[in-house]
């Protein structure tokens, strides 16, 4: 299958670059989508970070070199470490201990194999979606600023949400709601180069007040997904069916447009609570 091949030539790309420059972009563009929406997709059929994974694969290449006689320096050079201190970190963190010491006889080390995409069909339960094209709308909002290659934005994406709900900034987003898609969104943006912008916004053609900010969501057709369950499971649980049981089958792929998140009103622990996951789509 064209998508599945796609991605393992992403892989295959990883590997041939383990020493020089991973260009985020460039694996986009193999994979069939942008830089943002394959760091995504990689995550969730892959279950750790791109970032992590790159480490990892490092740290076992440059395992076997030094078990092979190579010095501590040379090795951390060639794998774009600028420092033997960032290296040493690096590589206990997935050995357990100092470079130096997979040099001796008989230390164990760990293998991280690279990965290989494979299609599994599963059926487990149906996926309720319709497809939607959209013109172009404007959210208003709070918003932040992350690294595309910092597995780090797992966790301050979910902070955000925090400090909006602790700071009473959730109601004055919601008060200025008028347009469709309704309910409270979650937009994630890619804006070019490293960077993607996360905001916690609605739909409205209203002023953007101070302290807010707004963006426009270009025109688009999307995959709309409805999400039964409490939260985050239920959300995370669908996100990775749609990408790894889905996409690959739909004869659709990523687009370059932000994912959506919507939430409804109510008790979001609550096992009949609502929301749905919007997935840019362009046909194949």
Request: aromatic letters at 12%.
């Amino acid at each position: 299958m064209e998508w599945l091949r796609n991605l393992n030539e992403a892989i295959n790309y990883i590997e041939e670059h383990l020493t020089g420059e991973i260009d985020l972009n460039k694996l986009g563009k193999i994979a069939g989508c942008s830089g943002f929406h394959f760091q995504r997709i990689f995550s969730y059929m892959a279950g750790l970070p791109l970032s992590e994974y790159i480490r990892r694969r490092k740290m076992t290449r440059a395992a076997l070199e030094l078990q092979n006689g190579e010095k501590v320096l040379d090795v951390a050079i060639k794998y774009g470490y600028d420092s033997p201190t960032a290296f040493n970190r690096a590589f206990q963190s997935i050995h357990g201990f100092a470079p130096s010491f997979a040099k001796l006889e008989g230390v164990a080390l760990k293998a991280f194999p690279p990965i290989s995409f494979k299609m599994t069909i599963k059926g487990e339960a149906e996926m309720n979606y319709r497809i939607e094209k959209k013109e172009a709308f404007r959210i208003i909002g709070v918003c932040g600023h992350y690294l595309v290659e910092n597995e780090e934005n797992f966790e301050q994406i979910p902070q955000l949400w925090q400090k909006a709900a602790m700071e009473g900034t959730i109601p004055p987003i919601l008060s200025l709601m008028n347009r469709h898609p309704f309910g409270l969104l979650g937009v994630s943006t890619y804006i070019g180069g490293e960077n993607f912008d996360y905001y916690i916004a609605v739909a409205s053609d209203q002023q953007a007040p101070d302290g807010m900010q707004e963006y426009i969501v270009p025109e688009c057709t999307w995959a709309v997904f409805e999400c039964i369950g409490p939260l985050p499971h239920a959300m995370q649980s669908l996100q990775k069916r749609i990408i790894t049981e889905w996409l690959p089958t739909s004869g659709y792929e990523y687009a370059d447009a932000p994912d959506i998140e919507v939430y409804s009103d109510g008790n979001q622990q609550a096992e009949d609570y609502r929301s749905e996951v919007w997935l840019p789509i362009i046909k194949k």
